[in-house]
T-cell receptor, first 109, second 115 residues
Framework: GENVEQHPSTLSVQEGDSAVIKCTYS??????FPWYKQELGKRPQLIID?????GEKKDQRIAVTLNKTAKHFSLHITETQPEDSAVYFC????????FGKGTMLLVSP | NAGVTQTPKFQVLKTGQSMTLQCAQD?????MSWYRQDPGMGLRLIHY???????DQGEVPNGYNVSRSTTEDFPLRLLSAAPSQTSVYFC??????????????FGPGTRLTVL
């Protein structure tokens, strides 16, 4: 089955800095790559997703890039704010989703 | 729309007890799934369904049963609870877009403790 590796497990940045989280996947049939944000005690919320026919997608301060040849995709957050502090999960799949183990992002004022 | 709802929010069981976690969605989504979330482990798929009467196993199905009699409801049954099943359980749903994965919506979760 699909295997998704996510790095780093924790990431601390100063407010205004950029943050990058990286994921690799194993199944070349995967064609959908969402990113979820989960605040403490809350449900995961989709923040951005990308399909395999697209190399990059941007939504305001958030962007995702996909390299299908290398089987990796990344989440980029620019101008980080304290409210960006949360756990971020990447996922990959075709009909079912396999999740990475998460990255705890801490943005300090 | 209420989206995806789950009951109960919290539950404490004793080892060996059985219970059913309820999940319902009002978005007419064909695909529904159950995940468990443990610290440092991400979300792991337990069971999923692509429509009424159709269910399949995910990555960690042992100790859990599911059924799908209607489009709206997808209950998860713990037959004989074990401490290893202590976790947060999330139900999710999405439209079935030609079989490919699409935006998935999560319920608020059920925090289960097995003593």
């Amino acid at each position: 089955g699909e295997n998704v590796e996510q790095h780093p497990s924790t990431l601390s940045v100063q407010e205004g800095d950029s943050a990058v989280i990286k994921c690799t996947y194993s199944d070349s049939a995967s064609n959908y790559f969402p990113w979820y944000k989960q605040e403490l005690g809350k449900r995961p919320q989709l923040i951005i997703d990308i399909r395999s026919n697209v190399g990059e997608k941007k939504d305001q301060r958030i962007a995702v890039t996909l390299n299908k040849t290398a089987k990796h995709f990344s989440l980029h957050i620019t101008e980080t704010q304290p409210e960006d502090s949360a756990v971020y999960f990447c996922a990959s799949g075709y009909s079912t989703l396999t999740f990475g183990k998460g990255t705890m992002l801490l943005v300090s004022p | 729309n209420a989206g995806v709802t789950q009951t109960p929010k919290f539950q404490v069981l004793k080892t060996g007890q059985s219970m059913t976690l309820q999940c319902a969605q009002d978005m007419n989504h064909e695909y529904m799934s159950w995940y468990r979330q443990d610290p440092g482990m991400g979300l792991r798929l337990i069971h999923y369904s692509v429509g009424a009467g159709i269910t399949d196993q995910g990555e960690v199905p042992n100790g859990y049963n599911v059924s799908r009699s209607t489009t709206e409801d997808f209950p998860l049954r713990l037959l004989s609870a074990a401490p290893s099943q202590t976790s947060v359980y999330f139900c999710a749903s999405r439209p079935l877009t030609g079989g490919r994965t699409d935006t998935q919506y999560f319920g608020p979760g059920t925090r289960l403790t097995v003593l």
